[in-house]
C-alpha cells in the first residue's frame, strides 16, 4: 500500500540557532560534533561533495600535549621572520573579500557569495568570541583564519590566503599558530573541522599530529578505529546493494547524489521534501521514478520525483565548482507525493507492483 507524506530518513542534519549561546554551551555543542554556520550550529553526519556521499568524522586535539613536528618546526623557522602576526576582531573589507574569492575553487558543497556572509554569526547574539589571526608581508595582507572561543575550547572556522603563497603551507601554519594560541589561553582543545570516512583532501589536518577520533556523540577515543561505522559508509554499502538489485532485475538505473536533501530534515512542516542523500532514478514507459536506501526505516524504498518551486531562499546559495562540473548531482530541490516500502527478499515483485499502479494512476489521470 501506498504510504501518503511521512518522514522517512533519520535525522542525518540538526540544527540550532545561535542567539544567545554561551561560551560553556559552544563547547559542550563542539564535543558532540556540532560547528557554527551562517547564524546557527549544526550537527551533519555525512556530506554531499566529490559526486558521493561521505559519512563526517569529528577530530579534535588536546591542547596541554600538542607538540609540533620537526616539519612543523622548519616551517616556523621559515615563516615566523618573513610575515607578522596580527590577532584581533574580524573584519570585512575589499582584500579579504578578494582573499575569499580567491578561495571560493577550492570550496566543496554550497557557497556563500561574501566572506561577510560567513562572518554575519558572531553578531547576531552568541556569547562566544570569534578571533581574527592576519598574517602580513610588510603591508600586505596575505593570509586571514578565523576561530570561536569558548570557554575551554577553540574552533578554527575559515583560512584564507593569497594563492600566490602556496608554497608557504599557510593553511598548516595558520593552524599551528592557532594552536600555539589556544595554548597561551589555556584552552583545553583545539576543533579543526572535521575529515571524511576516506581519505580525502580534507585530511591535511591529520597532518598536525596524534588526534582524538569522536565515536557517534558519546565519547572520544585516541584510535580512529574504534571509532563507529559512519552513516556514510553504511548509506554507500546499502546504495551499492541496490545498484545490484536493480541491475539483476534488468533495470536501467542513473545514480543521483542530491545536497539538498538537508532541506527534507530542516524543514519539517515540509515532510513531502526528498530527504535522503541519494538515490537511482529508474525510467518507466509511464513516469520517473525513484529507488533509494533509508536509513531510520532500514529499507529500501521507491518514491517519485517533482520539482519544489516556492523555496525562495536557496537562491542565497552558490554552487561550487564541486557541484557545477560533478556527473552526478541533481541541483534542483525535489518533493515527492508517494513512497512505497521495497522488501529485499522480495524487491523485484514490489518493485513491479508499484510501477504497476503508478501507471495505472497516469494512465486514469490522463
Not at 185 to 206: H, I, N, R, T
Amino acid at each position: 500500500m501506498v504510504q501518503q507524506f511521512v518522514i522517512f530518513a533519520t535525522m542525518l542534519v540538526q540544527t540550532a540557532p545561535i542567539q544567545g549561546l554561551k561560551r560553556s554551551d559552544y563547547d559542550d555543542l563542539l564535543a558532540k560534533g556540532w560547528f557554527r554556520g551562517n547564524g546557527i550550529v549544526y550537527r551533519s553526519e555525512v556530506v554531499c561533495i566529490d559526486s558521493m556521499v561521505y559519512g563526517i568524522r569529528n577530530i579534535r586535539f588536546p591542547v596541554s600535549t600538542f607538540s609540533m613536528r620537526k616539519s612543523h618546526r622548519r616551517l616556523f623557522a621559515k615563516n615566523n621572520p618573513r610575515f607578522s602576526l596580527r590577532i584581533g576582531t574580524p573584519q570585512s573589507d575589499s582584500r579579504r573579500e578578494e582573499l575569499y574569492k580567491g578561495a571560493i575553487p577550492r570550496f566543496k558543497a554550497f557557497v556563500h557569495g561574501s566572506l561577510e556572509e560567513v562572518l554575519l554569526s558572531p553578531s547576531v547574539g552568541a556569547e562566544f568570541d570569534t578571533l581574527e589571526i592576519s598574517l602580513y608581508e610588510g603591508n600586505k595582507l596575505i593570509a586571514v583564519s578565523y576561530v570561536d572561543i569558548g570557554d575551554k575550547s577553540m574552533a578554527s572556522i575559515l583560512c584564507l590566503y593569497d594563492q600566490s603563497y602556496k608554497k608557504q603551507s599557510l593553511g598548516i601554519y595558520t593552524m599551528l599558530i592557532e594552536l600555539e594560541l589556544a595554548k597561551k589561553m589555556a584552552l583545553e582543545y583545539y576543533y579543526p573541522g572535521y575529515v571524511l570516512d576516506q581519505p580525502s583532501s580534507f585530511d591535511y589536518k591529520l597532518t598536525l599530529g596524534p588526534c582524538e577520533w569522536l565515536n557517534g556523540d558519546r565519547h572520544w577515543t585516541k584510535n580512529a578505529s574504534l571509532a563507529e561505522l559512519s552513516k556514510g559508509s553504511w548509506i554507500r554499502r546499502k546504495m551499492n546493494e541496490l545498484e545490484q538489485l536493480l541491475n539483476s532485475n534488468g533495470y536501467d538505473n542513473t545514480f543521483r547524489v542530491y545536497p539538498y536533501y538537508t532541506l527534507g530534515h530542516l524543514l519539517l512542516e515540509r515532510p513531502d521534501l526528498i530527504r535522503v542523500p541519494a538515490y537511482f532514478v529508474i525510467n518507466t514507459q509511464a513516469v520517473q521514478l525513484a529507488v533509494s536506501y533509508d536509513l531510520q526505516m532500514d529499507s529500501f524504498l521507491c518514491f517519485d520525483l517533482k520539482p519544489v518551486s516556492d523555496l525562495d531562499f536557496l537562491h542565497r546559495l552558490k554552487f561550487s565548482n564541486d557541484y557545477l562540473s560533478g556527473p552526478n548531482y541533481q541541483l534542483e530541490p525535489l518533493c515527492c507525493s508517494f513512497f512505497h516500502q521495497l522488501r529485499q527478499d522480495s524487491f523485484s515483485s514490489d518493485l513491479h507492483h508499484i510501477i504497476q499502479m503508478v501507471s495505472h494512476a497516469s494512465v486514469v489521470v490522463q
